[in-house]
């Protein structure tokens, strides 16, 4: 019998042509260090529980705070699935522009180092082998999940905060979505928050694709697809 489509081993072979990222880690890994904003958070949780997702694709990173929380929910309720993390690693406007969140991305000679701080996090929870790095920017890496045949049964979407990215965002994983799956956007709030753009534009992808919510908590909002 041929292997799911959505196992680690199988979404190994698809994305990494078989060369696990996490193998041979370096012996000088960074402490760890689980810097995050809402990263356990209800919907989260219940997208777990209630989804019993095989692939969850979470957009935008940062140190894996939350990519580890859907990986430890997912061992505690025995579901079997993989995290692919999504992310360039080089941070968004807001990480550039406050000088407190540049210091995050721990230039070595010009160049963002965050995805070390990511990979020591994962490996040092010990979770590697339910998460799969996708190095690549949003929307190659939706296209990378449409050449490659895969779906996600879940989307976590906290990436840029600019309403034109983020309708970008939406706009490029919704088709990877499967029908009766669940997105979650990050920074979503009714009343304008940090990044009002956020929500100005999940409210208008959901007119444009005519799909019932969003649904806010908690500064996180969710919508499901039709089945």
């Not at 894996?64 to 997912?74: H, Y």
């Not at 025995?78 to 995050?104: Q, S, Y």
């Not at 009766?180 to 929500?199: H, K, Q, S, W």
């Amino acid at each position: 019998m041929s292997q799911p489509r959505t196992t680690r081993g199988a979404l190994l072979d698809a994305f990494w042509h078989g060369r696990d990222p996490f193998a041979n880690p370096p012996d000088d890994l960074r402490p760890l260090d689980l810097q995050g904003w809402r990263s356990v958070h209800p919907y989260l949780d219940a997208a777990i529980t209630e989804f019993r997702p095989a692939v969850v694709v979470e957009i935008g990173v940062w140190k894996g705070a939350s990519s580890l929380n859907l990986a430890r929910t997912m061992a505690a309720h025995g579901v079997d699935g993989t995290v692919i993390a999504v992310d360039t690693w080089l941070g968004a406007v807001d990480h550039w522009a406050d000088p407190a969140l540049f210091a995050e991305l721990v230039t070595e000679h010009g160049y963002p180092s965050l995805y070390r701080t990511f990979l020591a996090n994962v490996l040092r929870e010990g979770l590697a082998d339910r998460i799969l790095p996708l190095p690549l920017d949003s929307v190659n890496a939706a296209e990378l999940l449409h050449l490659r045949g895969v779906p996600a049964d879940v989307i976590h979407l906290d990436a840029g905060h600019e309403e034109a990215s983020v309708m970008a965002d939406l706009r490029a994983w919704w088709p990877v979505l499967r029908p009766g799956g669940l997105l979650i956007a990050d920074d979503y709030d009714r009343l304008g928050g940090r990044f009002p753009g956020v929500t100005r534009a999940v409210d208008a992808f959901c007119t444009e694709v005519r799909v019932q919510g969003p649904w806010s908590q908690e500064g996180k909002c969710k919508l499901i697809k039709a089945a």
